[in-house]
């Protein structure tokens, strides 16, 4: 029930300075600020009634976002009203059991997550070997690296990465768009022996008959292509999945615009029995997919074959209600919401270019 009324929108250019420690790095993008257009709207109802909404961006792209908002053109991100939608609303005692029992899933077991943290590409070796050590000994099994920059780079990360998680654990690699279709499969012929389980992003996100051809040629080499990350819209998805352009489909929660239209693309997936492995990270992704992908499991898909959702162990300390993870899951988030709400003071010393962070930043690098 609508309770109040809009009575003021306040737009927040929100940075965090990660680029400082190669965090987020790929072959496309080598020095991210992970940063947000952050929005916040008050009501005039009683009892305070806010909504809070989120766009993530590299930092400049906060400026593009931030007009819209502005103007009041953008709803990507979530007002944090809703959390995980009501189980069984399908119809039906049966699928109200079988709602149950998964929900009991999730609560108990949570939702299988990878890791993208151990192996940006601007990490040294000893970086990445550090960080897989200690992922493996909190209970990680699924690892994602970054490729794409230089082949013969790339060959020895990929084997230093499955030297150290072994031959049984999941490996994906992410290229980020980097390549033209031949160059993408040629590549990856070079990497296969790493037996990654997907190569992301192989070449633009909007080549769809590209990415098929890609699949296609993979086929014998047991790779499967992800992509979505850049898909804005559920008419992309509907075309990639229509052309068989992809093996695992990666939504993200503020690159399409609204709850609703990643439940879209969430029941297409469905209909083409394509497993979805969302997209996360940034500012605030992890925080919002959970709902997302937690919903697709209980009311959608009912089903954890070849799924998973990433996970980037990065500012999460800046969100109210931060994501919760235990043995390599996530385990469903128990406050209302969309758990979108960042803290005030995060906001506020990570206000660019004003805030306490980045004056000292800008005026270090003045000097
Ligand atoms: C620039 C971002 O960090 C990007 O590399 C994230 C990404 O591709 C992923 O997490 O997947
Ligand atoms: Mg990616």
């Not at 995060?346 to 270019?353: A, D, G, L, R």
Request: proline fraction near 4%; charged fraction near 25%; aromatic fraction near 8%.
């Amino acid at each position: 029930m609508v309770r109040g009324r809009v009575s003021r929108l306040a737009v927040s250019d929100v940075r965090f300075p990660t680029s400082l420690g190669g965090h987020g790095s790929d072959a496309m993008h080598t020095d991210p600020d992970y940063s947000a257009a952050y929005v916040v709207i008050e009501t005039d109802a009683d009892d305070g009634l806010k909504g809070y909404g989120i766009t993530f961006t590299l930092g400049k792209g906060t400026e593009v976002d931030w007009s819209r908002e502005r103007r009041g053109a953008s709803g990507n991100g979530g007002c944090s009203q809703r959390g995980v939608g009501p189980v069984g609303q399908a119809g039906g005692k049966a699928s109200l059991e079988v709602a149950c029992g998964h929900e009991e899933h999730m609560l108990t077991r949570g939702y299988p997550a990878y890791t993208t943290s151990c192996a940006w590409l601007g990490y040294s070796d000893d970086t990445l070997k550090q960080l897989c050590k200690e992922a493996l000994r909190d209970g990680w099994t699924r690892f994602k690296v970054k490729v794409g920059a230089d082949v013969q780079d790339d060959v020895r990360r990929c084997r230093l990465i499955r030297d150290m998680i072994g031959p049984d654990k999941t490996l994906m690699m992410d290229a980020n768009q980097r390549w033209d279709v031949p160059e993408a499969v040629e590549w990856m012929s070079k990497l296969a022996e790493f037996k990654p389980l997907w190569i992301e992003e192989p070449t633009s996100p909007d080549d769809i008959l590209g990415h098929a051809a890609i699949s296609k040629a993979l086929v014998p080499l047991g790779i499967g292509v992800a992509t979505g990350e850049q898909c804005h819209n559920r008419v992309i998805f509907k075309q990639l999945l229509q052309a068989n352009a992809l093996q695992f489909l990666q939504i993200d929660s503020c690159r399409l615009g609204s709850v609703n239209e990643n439940l879209s693309v969430l029941l297409m997936a469905k209909k083409f029995e394509i497993p979805v492995c969302p997209h996360a990270g940034g500012v605030g992704l992890c925080e919002l997919v959970q709902h997302l992908i937690i919903f697709d499991y209980i009311s959608v898909s009912a089903s954890l074959e070849n799924r998973m959702c990433e996970y980037v162990d990065h500012l999460h300390e800046h969100f109210k209600y931060p994501v919760r993870i235990r043995q390599a899951s996530y385990m469903p988030p128990m406050d209302a919401g969309y758990s979108t709400e960042m803290k005030e003071e995060s906001v506020k010393k990570h206000q660019y270019p004003d805030g306490e962070v980045w004056k000292k930043l800008l005026a270090a690098q003045k000097n």
